[in-house]
């Protein structure tokens, strides 16, 4: 199973709970990744990403993945997003499949 990075120790989304996490404004060096929970077959899963100005802010959405489908072990990598270069300092997301998992990770440089 992979081990996500948890670049602040937090999941922006883990089985049907969102978190709120400082992530944005890092000019592009974080990627979003989604990870499976458990094996099954996802069928149109999809995980948004929000951002607000501040923690418990109001939040807009700032990416959104296609649609995930198909058969998946736990610790799959299912997708990975980046953010915007404007992105707001406060993230989280929502998912259509409460199966996920969802963090951050670096982008090398």
Known sequence: MNEPIKVYGEDLYNGGTSEEVIGGGTMQALVVNIFATKTKSYSAA????????????SYEDVVTSKEI???????DLLASLSLPVDAKNWLKAESTDTDVRVTLGY???
């Open 46 to 57: 999809t995980v948004t990403v929000k951002a607000a100005d501040a923690k418990g802010g």
């Open 69 to 75: 489908s198909g058969s998946y072990n736990e610790g």
């Open 107 to 109: 982008l090398p440089r």
